[in-house]
């Protein structure tokens, strides 16, 4: 899954006097970066291959020899209540497969961390022993996207199909657009986005030469001429493939060069399209689908409707209701030997009303500052203390005193009462339209599935915490259905949970930070 930053959230206001803690500089931009693209951007660890002879696809529910998970200095850093979902990963897993951590190759600190925190608990030491570490240049945590499918090529070697991400080198204008959120310094993040996505790009090698040295087995590693998440690569049979409408238009949309691409590398004969979650938010299958074998598809049902004043929360559902609702149609009237079995969806993530409010203060106070002549920039883009600063939030302290009077901006009524003048609309008014910028949807079915040569089985299923009230009795209920659909789908395996709260913000649970890499001793060959 791509990479996407958590949702930010502005200062919070306790008055008058605290209108300084809205008045922090903006984050730094980073250094000026040059406008054009470096040249070499391509290079035979990126390129496209031409394709090799295939016996079949591997399927991910057949036996595996390890599960894969990548981890940086900057998740580690950024995200540390996240070490406890991939330590309770690790335990889970290192019973069944031997676990590849995949880190960067110039940041043995990453290494250091894990094996500390593995040795924090004597009880880990056999989980540790299980784990080795793959040097790469992973620049993210999202394995599962960049980290390549699998198949049986002539005289068992295993094939690696890696196909590639975002082609910058194609339309770099396009890349911009799709790349950058609003930002104080847009060819920066560009930049940013570019190098993390080469430096996932390249990984794939890093892993062929780790099953190749390691496991001493053949290997070839073969690039498609194609861009595509491993998130959104979904095989219900050794014929179909369902990709989604998002990565048919990121490739341009010529659906019939998708088709003859797929059919060409991965030997798959029909492709099939359905549609993603919508808003701004992650566009990737494995949230909504998770086919359990070649006879079995388990499919999210639609979100239940919970008490929200945000009008957009309410267009949601519906969206939502009305894109699962189709695409188990299309399932159904095209597949209908295969089983379907229906998952329940948590309640879509709402933004909580104190950042609805942190987010309605700014805009007033914006406003505000383009009434009384104040440069907002000055205000809220300079350090505090700075005198341009000092000076700007002073003049907008005697305007704001001389119209409004004492204002508590924490204060419901004095916001309402600001905002109907400045803005034209009550602050009840206000929230009703107020839209989040991003979209966090929870799922059950972004699972991993663990199966060994010995036939051991387990499936590892993200779980959330309630959010609200009203939340412990739904998502309470949804967990016993959820486990009874995940034992008719997956009989005889074992059924674990795994905290995926701190993953879920940034768009990603368990299926996305884990990659599984076949068995190829327990691999038969199609005849």
């Not at 970066?33 to 660890?45: A, C, K, Q, T, V």
Request: charged share 20%; with cysteine; aromatic share 8%.
């Amino acid at each position: 899954m791509s990479s996407f930053p958590p949702r930010q959230s502005f200062l919070a206001f306790t008055g008058i006097l605290a209108l300084a803690a809205l008045f922090s500089p903006l984050a730094s931009p980073g250094s000026p970066l040059d406008d054009n693209l470096p040249s070499g951007i391509r290079s035979p660890l990126t390129k496209p291959t031409r394709p090799a002879p295939l016996n079949r696809l591997i399927q991910p529910w057949e036996p595996q020899r390890a599960l894969v998970v990548a981890l940086t200095p900057s998740f580690i850093s950024n995200q540390p209540e996240a070490l406890q979902t991939y330590l309770e990963l690790f335990r889970i897993a290192a019973p069944y497969l031997d676990i590849l951590v995949m880190v960067p190759n110039d940041h043995p600190a990453v290494q250091v961390r894990i094996v500390q925190m593995l040795s924090q608990d004597p009880a880990d030491e056999a989980v540790r022993k299980r784990i080795r570490f793959v040097q790469a240049t992973n620049a993210t945590v999202w394995a599962r996207d960049y980290l390549p499918q699998y198949a049986l090529g002539s005289k068992g070697r295993l094939i690696l199909l890696d196909a590639g991400r975002v082609d910058f080198t194609a339309d770099p204008s396009e890349a911009l657009n799709l790349f950058t959120a609003p930002d104080t310094n847009p060819t920066a993040n560009y930049y940013r986005q570019l190098q993390r996505n080469m430096s996932d790009d390249v990984s794939p090698a890093y892993l062929a030469s780790f099953i190749r040295n390691s496991y001493r087995y053949d290997v070839q590693l073969v690039r498609p001429p194609i861009s595509l998440d491993g998130g959104d690569f979904v095989t219900l049979d050794a014929d179909n493939l369902i990709l989604s409408q998002s990565t048919l238009r990121f490739n341009g949309g010529e659906e019939e060069a998708i088709i003859s691409t797929i059919n060409e590398y991965y030997g798959l004969k029909d492709v099939h399209f359905l549609e993603t979650l919508p808003g701004y938010t992650i566009d990737h299958l494995d949230f909504i689908l998770l086919p359990a074998d070649d006879s079995t598809i388990l499919i999210a049902e639609p979100p239940p409707r919970v008490n929200s004043p945000q009008l957009y929360d309410s267009m949601l559902v519906d969206q939502v209701t009305d894109i699962l609702t189709e695409n188990r149609a299309y399932l159904a009237d095209h597949f209908p030997a295969k089983k379907l079995i229906s998952v329940p969806m948590p309640p879509i993530m709402r933004t909580p009303r104190s950042e609805v409010l942190v987010q309605i203060r700014q805009q007033v106070v914006q406003e505000l500052c383009n009434r009384f002549l104040v440069n907002w920039s000055d205000v809220a883009g300079r350090p505090s203390g700075d005198p341009i600063q000092k000076e700007a939030q002073k003049q907008f302290e005697r305007s704001l005193v001389a119209q409004f009077g004492q204002v508590r901006f924490d204060d419901d009524q004095d916001l309402d009462r600001v905002a109907r003048v400045v803005m034209g609309e009550s602050l009840a008014a206000l929230e009703t339209k107020f839209v989040k910028q991003g979209v966090a949807y929870r799922t059950y079915l972004n699972a991993t599935f663990l199966h060994n040569a010995g036939g051991k089985r387990a499936v590892i299923i993200p779980r959330y915490k309630p959010r609200t009230d009203e939340e412990i009795d739904i998502l309470a209920k949804m967990e016993t259905r959820v486990l009874a659909a995940y034992k008719e789908a997956f009989p005889g395996a074992e059924l674990h949970w795994l905290d995926c709260d701190p993953l879920i913000g940034s768009f990603g649970a368990v299926h996305c930070i884990t990659h599984t890499i076949p068995d190829w001793n327990a691999i038969k060959p199609r005849n």
